[in-house]
């Protein structure tokens, strides 16, 4: 229980607790995050097509943004993971034994997405096992460091805003997600294929959904049933929270999806560089991982590539003029409405 309090805004403080007890957990995080996730779909929206034809031939431009985000999947679940076996990480006091359960419970494998990320980053851009852990837990994008730096302190600290991370991170799949599946699937099995891989005779053609189990989920209902079950449990789990709790989880959203606009913007300095340096030929993609991913001293690890791989030319036709940036952006309001 919360001590009493003294201040001279005790009364508005008690009101505005009350509205939030009107709303769930979720409704909290939406209203919010609406402006800054509207912002972040406005971002994603102008970009995406940049990434698929006639723009790009091929999806490296795809994989690196994949690889970008991947870290952040992977650090937040690999924290939620280690729970139950690391007491340590759950803030010291009374709330220890309430808490780690909590987020036990609500913790489902089946939304996990590491393991796909890592199948599809290992298709598309052949990477060696240890190379790609490397990358996932030691990204060397400042930005992407930054944000697994801040994920790992907020954690240790208020583990409790896992919570935040799940509910952005997951429904974010099911909503924009299911849009964005469905725009890189109809990119087709030639874009797929094309220019992530040398062939040989025994390499067989991958179709564009086994390079998409990211946005997949296990089951005939693709998700939707885990989807309704991860709700069901955190409408149990909401109610053991404290205020307290409840509003870090919800300023955590909010900074979680500032976070992701940022690494989108970053992106584009990865992109435009690429694009200056060979404005009009591809560049092999073990030359993009030195130059933009790799920190110095990691470059001995490009040999385990093998092959290499070329990277469309980002052409200057690609470009976002104002006509197709207000085409996007209409259609993020759209959606998000």
């Given amino acids: 229980m919360a001590p009493p309090s003294t201040s001279r805004n005790q009364g508005v403080a008690s009101e505005k607790d009350s509205r939030q007890r009107d709303r769930s957990l979720p409704e909290e995080i939406n209203i919010a995050t609406r402006h800054v996730h509207t912002t972040l779909n406005r971002a994603i929206l102008a970009r995406l097509p940049l990434a698929l034809p006639p723009h790009s031939i091929e999806p490296n431009v795809y994989a690196t943004g994949l690889l970008h985000f991947a870290p952040i999947y992977a650090t937040f679940e690999s924290l939620w993971r280690a729970l139950p076996e690391k007491a340590s990480i759950v803030t010291e006091g009374p709330n220890d034994e309430r808490v780690t359960p909590l987020l036990s419970r609500l913790y489902m494998p089946e939304l996990v997405r590491t393991e796909s990320l890592k199948q599809d980053l290992a298709d598309l851009l052949q990477l060696q096992h240890g190379t790609l852990e490397e990358m996932l837990y030691f990204p060397a994008s400042l930005q992407v460091r930054a944000f697994t730096e ?121 992109i ?50 104002s006509e197709s940036t207000k085409e996007g952006q209409q259609a993020a309001s759209g959606k998000a409405r």
């Avoid at 805003?161 to 997951?170: D, G, K, S, T």
């Avoid at 974010?172 to 992530?196: D, E, P, V």
């Avoid at 885990?226 to 709700?231: G, H, L, P, R, S």
């Fill in 150 to 270: 801040h994920i790992r302190q907020e954690v240790t600290s208020k583990p409790h805003v896992l919570i935040a991370y799940a509910w952005v991170m997951y429904m974010a799949l099911f909503n924009g997600g299911r849009w964005i599946r469905a725009q890189l699937r109809a990119a087709g099995s030639n874009f797929w294929n094309a220019g992530t891989m040398q062939r040989t005779n025994d390499t067989k053609e991958i179709g564009n959904g086994e390079r998409l189990r990211f946005f997949h989920f296990n089951g005939s209902h693709d998700g939707e049933d885990i989807k309704e079950e991860f709700k069901l449990r955190l409408a149990k789990a909401e109610c053991h929270l404290t205020i307290q709790e409840r509003q870090d989880i919800v300023a955590e959203a909010e900074r979680i999806f500032q976070y992701c606009t940022l690494l989108v913007e970053d992106l584009d300095h990865v």
């Fill in 272 to 321: 435009a560089a690429q694009r200056l340096e060979t404005p009009m030929s591809s560049m092999p993609l073990t030359a993009l991982l030195i130059k933009h991913i790799f920190p110095m001293g990691m470059v001995d690890l490009v040999t385990a590539l093998g092959k290499r791989l070329s990277l469309s030319a980002w052409h200057r036709t690609a470009f976002i003029d």
